[in-house]
């Protein structure tokens, strides 16, 4: 096999298990995103489950206070009707000053009840403006949700056919030089065959020798390795619109 041949086949392998690497690592952090996306969705849900929890709780000191009006008013008629049957002056004056004192009370929990009438007002509207937005958020966590699902699906079909991809290429390649490519590469971080342009070394962005420059730019003889990272390197001419 030439020279050129074999440098062909080891920037398509190194193409296609880059490319695996790439699909790994978005794979890993697809289920993490996924995460946060639940993490603040829930968020949501429990800060308007605790407001709806307060509306609730609202309107229940509403209903007590009503009830206690109710027995407020009830107690005033009863002794305004206990007037009827007085037989003294003290006891007239005596059920004036009790039925001041009732009307003060019940006069006092009409205000609170026009407060919280109020209070209930603003809270019934925040809440349902609150549910409003937590549908569109449901809405759109769900369709996160779903576009993640699908794409952590394409993704593992990716991966297969980027696997075999290497696969078949790996088959092709001489064992020996299989070895010194594998090699480079579990030193270099997963990268054994980079591209050089103008003089820098794509792995390790170190200048090489203008003369290698030049042997790489031609055809040559020998496989060339950066004098500085050991990587495999082949010339790329970025100026070529491909
Ligand atoms: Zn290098």
Redesign the pocket.
Known sequence: MRLTEQLALLIQLQKAESAVGRIQVRKKDLPLRMEDLEKEFSTLCTEAEAQREQLESLRKRRREKDTQLQTGQESLKRTRERLLDVKTNKEYQSILKEIETLEVKNSRMEDEIITLLDELDCLETATKARDGELNVSRQRFEEQKAKLAQELESLAEELTVSLKKSDEIREKIPADLLRKYDQIKGIGRGLAV?SVWKEV??????S?PPQQYNELQKATTTMNT??????I?YWENRNSDK
């Open positions: 980079v070394c794509g792995g390790c962005h170190m090489i950066c004098p500085n990272c050991n990587r390197l």
